[in-house]
Structure formats: structure tokens, C-alpha cells
């Protein structure tokens, strides 16, 4: 596969089923809409911001000014949306493979207690939405997967087998390793709920240890969306203020400037991501 491909929204599972791939982040209709429009029109808005304005008389606006704010909004707000639209594709997944991290540790809380019971592997996993459907509901990730695990357990299909398709699809390091572990202890004989109890508090703590970071950064997160905003603000301040600032930056050595201003708060911006983005 080329790397500008992308792979299948859902995949094949083992009752033949399309389960969802989580390697990969399609955007429902309705998030296209969502976030195109509000990156459109932040981009327009930048772009009015910094280019608008253009061919006035006298400080009075012309229909050419009209006109070129129209088009340098448009221009923007596609610039915009062709630049960020990948990362907010991005930010999806990461929520979404956060929220199924979550869902796996809280099943695996579930299976524990079912062991610790008396019951099989097999009687955990089939109970085990019971006692999640209160906290996620219906359409929660871990809730569809245990449907069609239980499906395939009540079909002949084995437990190891069910758990090692969805680990397959889960792009999760916890849940694959879970699920070779489950397979080893099936074909050589282990302790269940030790593995389970092992597996639940590695998760735990990776997780609260990726919580600690967050909040360690969260207030360079804040900064560094204060300064993408800033450069914004500052000329429509100013533009507003003085009449002479929104000439000059109307003039062509104006309009250089302003774009590689633009460049660089964009630049910047990325290059702030990858330097806060602590995994």
C-alpha cells in the first residue's frame, strides 16, 4: 500500500461481519460539514484579517476592496481547510483510540471480578456487557466488540480467536498484547486471572501516567494556541487603531511581509505540536 493510501474504514471480522478498523479515521458526514465549515471560516477570517483591505482610495474602500476581500476570505478559508483538515483527522483518532483504551480497561476491571468469582474466560467476556452498558451505553467501541465476540463464542468460534481479529483491528499495543497472552495461557496453560489482573494495572498505570504529562503540559498547550492567536489579534488591533498601519500593510511590500509572517506563525504552529506532543 502507498503511503498516501489509506486503509479500509471496516475490515472483515471472523463471522464475516464489517468490524471497524481503528488503524484508520473516517469522518462521519456530519464532522465533514462540522469541522470544514468552522475551518473555513477561521481561515477566512485570518485571511480578512491579515489581507483585508486591499486597493482602498483615500482610506475608503473600493469595490475592488470588496471584491479582493472576498476572494483572499475564500482563498484563506481553503488554504485552511487543506492545511489543518488532516490534523483535526488526526485528533479524532487519538480521541477515539483514548476512549476505546479506556473502554478495554474498564472490561478488563469486569473480567476480573467475574474470575475472581468462580467463572471462565468464556462466562466473563459473555457478561461482561452487562456490567459496561451503564457506564459507555449501546454505541460505546468495547460494547460493539463484545457483541460480536459473544457472537462468535455462541457460534463455535473460539474465545482466543474472537479476542486475536479484534486485537488485529484495534491498532492498541495494550489489547494486542492482552490478546497473545490470553492465546499463550489457552495453549500451554496459565493463570487467567493473573493475566488479567497483570494487564489491567500496566494499563492503568500507562494511563495515569499519560494523565500526569498531560497536565504537566497543558499549560505549554495553552500557550502555544495563545500565540498562534496572538499575531491575529495584534494587526486587528492595530489595524483598527491606525489608519497609516492598515495602509502600509496594504501596500505590496506590506503584503510580503504579512504572508511571510503567515508562513511563519503556520511553521510555528506544526513545529509546536511535535515539540508538546509528549507520548
Not at 81 to 105: C, G, H, I, P, W
Amino acid at each position: 500500500m502507498k503511503k498516501s493510501e489509506r486503509g479500509p474504514q471496516y475490515l472483515a471480522g471472523k463471522l464475516d461481519e464489517p468490524m471497524l478498523n481503528y488503524a484508520e479515521y473516517y469522518m462521519s458526514a456530519g464532522e465533514k460539514v462540522l469541522y470544514s465549515l468552522l475551518l473555513f471560516v477561521a481561515g477566512a477570517l485570518v485571511g480578512w484579517a491579515f489581507y483585508g483591505g486591499l486597493f482602498k482610495v483615500n482610506g475608503e474602500a473600493t469595490t475592488a476592496t470588496k471584491i479582493s476581500n472576498l476572494i483572499v476570505m475564500a482563498i484563506s478559508g481553503i488554504i485552511a481547510l487543506k492545511v489543518f483538515f488532516k490534523s483535526v483527522n488526526t485528533y479524532l483518532k487519538e480521541k477515539r483510540a483514548a476512549a476505546l483504551s479506556d473502554q478495554f480497561r474498564s472490561l478488563l476491571d469486569s473480567i476480573n471480578t467475574s474470575l475472581s468469582s468462580g467463572s471462565t474466560m468464556n462466562d466473563a467476556f459473555i457478561n461482561a456487557p452487562k456490567a459496561l452498558l451503564n457506564q459507555y451505553g449501546e454505541g460505546a467501541y468495547i460494547i460493539k466488540e463484545l457483541d460480536e465476540i459473544i457472537v462468535g463464542i455462541h457460534n463455535g468460534l473460539t474465545l482466543e480467536a474472537m479476542l486475536s481479529d479484534f486485537a488485529a483491528r484495534s491498532d492498541n499495543e495494550d489489547i494486542q498484547n492482552f490478546s497473545n497472552v490470553v492465546e499463550n495461557c489457552y495453549r500451554m496453560g496459565g493463570d487467567f486471572k493473573s493475566v488479567v489482573r497483570t494487564t489491567k494495572d500496566v494499563i492503568s498505570d500507562k494511563m495515569a501516567v499519560s494523565a500526569e504529562i498531560a497536565t504537566k503540559v497543558s499549560s505549554n498547550k495553552l500557550q502555544h494556541n495563545a500565540m498562534c492567536i496572538i499575531p491575529v489579534v495584534l494587526v486587528l488591533m492595530l489595524k483598527n487603531m491606525s489608519s497609516m498601519f492598515a495602509e502600509n500593510l496594504a501596500t505590496p511590500i506590506g503584503v510580503v511581509a504579512t504572508t511571510i509572517t503567515v508562513g511563519i506563525v503556520i511553521g510555528s504552529y506544526f513545529w509546536g505540536k511535535k515539540i508538546i506532543n509528549i507520548k
